[in-house]
C-alpha cells in the first residue's frame, strides 16, 4: 500500500508561491498521485492528477520526479482564499481492487 | 444543481442507537464511496460501490453497512453506535477511468458531509 506523508501545516503570506511535497515511497505502477483541497464544513474537492513529469492547469501544478516516491503541488501567488487543507492521495484510477489511502493533510494558513 | 448530496448535515444521537445517513448523486457515476473523517483530519475510506458491488472493503466494525437500492444512492446504515464513531463522514462518487494510459482521470465528487456525534 503507497502510505503517504505530508507537512502538518505551511503557512504563507498573499502572492507567493506555495509548493506541498507529498512523499509516497511505496507507490505502485499503475497509482496515479491525485491532491484535493478541503475548505471548513465541506468535502474534499480535486484540485490536480499526475502520473509523472509536470501536469498544470489553471489552479496549480504538479511536479513528480522520475522515480515517483515523492510530488509536489505548486499553486501560485496564493491568496487568501487558499486557506485550506490540501490532501495527497495515491490510488490508481480505475481504483479495481486497489486502496485509496489520503495523506494527513496539510494544513495551509494564507496571511495577508 | 447538487452533485453529491447527504442527509442529514447533522445527527446527534445516544450510544446504542441504529441510524443512517443518506447520499445521492447525479452525476450518473458508477462508483460512490463513504470516508470517515476523524477530528485530527485524517480521511479514511470505508466502502466503495460499484454497480451495486462492493469492491473496497477497509477494516471497519461490520456494525457498519453500505446500501445501494441503485446506482445513484450508496446510503450508509450504523448499528449499535459507539462514542468512537463520533466523526464527519463524507459520501464521494466518481466515474472510473478508462484503461490505464488513457488520459482520462478518475475524480472523486464529494458531498457536504454529515457530522455524527454520540452522546
Known amino acids: 500500500l503507497a502510505k503517504t506523508t505530508q507537512p502538518i501545516s505551511m503557512d504563507s503570506y498573499e502572492g507567493q508561491e506555495v509548493n506541498i511535497t507529498c512523499s509516497h515511497n511505496?507507490?505502485?505502477?499503475?497509482?496515479?498521485i491525485t491532491w484535493y483541497q478541503q475548505f471548513p464544513s465541506q468535502g474534499p474537492r480535486f484540485i490536480i492528477q499526475?502520473?509523472?513529469t509536470k501536469v498544470t492547469n489553471e489552479v496549480a501544478s504538479l511536479f513528480i520526479p522520475a522515480d515517483r516516491k515523492s510530488s509536489t503541488l505548486s499553486l501560485p501567488r496564493v491568496s487568501l482564499s487558499d486557506t485550506a487543507v490540501y490532501y495527497c492521495?495515491?490510488?490508481?484510477?480505475?481504483?479495481?481492487?486497489?486502496?485509496?489511502?489520503f495523506g494527513q493533510g496539510t494544513e495551509l494558513s494564507v496571511k495577508p | 444543481d447538487t452533485a453529491v448530496s447527504q442527509t442529514p448535515k447533522y445527527l446527534v444521537t445516544q450510544m446504542g442507537n441504529d441510524k443512517s445517513i443518506k447520499c445521492e448523486q447525479n452525476?450518473?457515476?458508477?462508483?460512490m464511496y463513504w470516508y470517515k473523517q476523524d477530528s485530527k483530519k485524517f480521511l479514511k475510506i470505508m466502502f466503495s460501490?460499484?454497480?451495486?458491488?462492493?469492491?473496497i472493503n477497509e477494516t471497519v466494525p461490520n456494525r457498519f453497512s453500505p446500501k445501494s437500492p441503485d446506482k445513484a444512492h450508496l446510503n450508509l446504515h450504523i448499528n449499535s453506535l459507539e462514542l468512537g464513531d463520533s466523526a464527519v463522514y463524507f459520501c464521494?462518487?466518481?466515474?472510473?477511468?478508462?484503461?490505464?494510459?488513457?488520459?482520462?482521470?478518475?475524480?472523486?465528487?464529494f458531498g457536504p458531509g454529515t457530522r455524527l456525534t454520540v452522546l
Open positions: 464521494a462518487s466518481s466515474q472510473l477511468a478508462g484503461l490505464a494510459g488513457d488520459d482520462s482521470y478518475n475524480e472523486q465528487f
Open positions: 511505496n507507490i505502485a505502477t499503475n497509482d496515479y
Open positions: 499526475g502520473y509523472k
Open positions: 492521495l495515491v490510488a490508481p484510477i480505475y481504483n479495481q481492487g486497489g486502496k485509496l489511502i
Open positions: 452525476l450518473g457515476h458508477d462508483t
Open positions: 460501490y460499484n454497480n451495486k458491488e462492493l469492491i
